[in-house]
C-alpha cells in the first residue's frame, strides 16, 4: 500500500515552491478561486477544459463567463456566439451546443442552480465522470476523485495501482486512498504531470515522491 502521508507533504511542499515562481494552480481550480467557487463557473470551465491546454482553458473560460455569468445569460446567446467565446478549446463548437443544453436542463429541472449530486451531474449532456467529480470538489467542497490523464498516468507509473483507463483508476483510488486525501490528487497530479512526471522522458532527476515511485514504462527520462 502507497505511504499516502509522505507523497501527500511531499507534492505539496513541491507545489508551494512551484507558486513562489508565478506559476499557477490547474485553469478549473484557478477558475474556482476567481469565481469564488460558483457552481456554473466551475462547470463551465471544466467543460470548456476537456481536451485543452490550461492556458486556452482559462483564457476561454473567463471569454465565456465575462458574457454568460449564469446559465439564464447563456441560454439567451446564440450557440455560434457560445462557439466564438469557447474558441479555441478543443472541440469548441460540440461543447457550445452541450453548454447550450446544459443551461436549459438547469434553468428548467434544477431552478437554475448547477446539481451537487454526482448521478444528476452525469446525465447532463458531455458531462463525464472527471467533470462531475470536479464540480463537486470545486465548487461544492464535497469529497470526490477526479482522474484526468495526468492522475491516471502518474498512478499507473508509480506502482500505486494497475488500471486500464481513468474510470478504473477512480474505483481504485476510491479503496486505496484515505478520503482525506481524495480532493485534492488531482491539483497536486495534475500539476506534477504537466511540470515533472510528463508523459514523454519524464523528469526523473526532479522527482520528490521518486522514493514512492516503481517507474513503469518508463523507457527514457530526465
Known amino acids: 500500500m502507497p505511504d499516502w502521508h509522505s507523497i501527500i507533504i511531499a507534492l505539496k511542499k513541491w507545489r508551494n515552491s512551484l507558486q513562489k515562481t508565478g506559476k499557477e494552480n490547474p485553469s478549473v481550480t484557478t477558475v474556482a478561486e476567481r469565481y469564488k467557487n460558483d457552481p456554473w463557473a466551475v462547470l463551465v470551465s471544466t467543460i470548456l477544459s476537456l481536451r485543452t491546454k490550461d492556458e486556452v482553458t482559462l483564457k476561454c473560460s473567463q471569454a465565456l463567463l465575462a458574457k454568460a455569468p449564469s446559465p439564464q445569460q447563456l441560454l439567451a446567446l446564440k450557440e455560434t456566439a457560445i462557439a ?24 428548467e429541472q434544477h431552478q437554475g442552480k448547477v446539481p451537487a449530486n454526482l448521478d444528476t451531474l452525469l446525465s447532463l449532456p458531455g458531462v463525464g465522470r472527471k467533470t462531475a467529480n470536479l464540480v463537486l470538489i470545486e465548487a461544492y467542497g464535497i469529497d470526490g476523485i ?4 495526468h492522475v491516471h498516468r502518474i498512478c499507473n507509473r508509480t506502482g500505486w495501482l494497475a488500471s486500464k483507463n481513468p474510470e478504473e483508476t477512480e474505483m481504485i483510488l476510491r479503496k486505496i486512498l484515505p478520503q482525506k486525501h481524495w480532493k485534492v490528487i488531482n491539483p497536486l497530479l495534475v500539476l506534477y504531470g504537466q511540470n515533472v512526471c510528463r508523459p514523454i522522458s519524464p523528469f526523473c532527476s526532479r522527482c520528490v515522491i521518486a522514493e514512492h515511485c516503481k517507474r513503469n514504462n518508463v523507457d527514457k527520462s530526465r
Open 146 to 149: 477526479c482522474v484526468d490523464v
Open 84 to 107: 466564438q467565446l469557447a474558441y479555441p478549446a478543443g472541440f469548441y463548437r460540440n461543447k457550445a451546443a452541450n453548454l447550450k443544453k446544459i443551461a436549459a436542463i438547469v434553468l
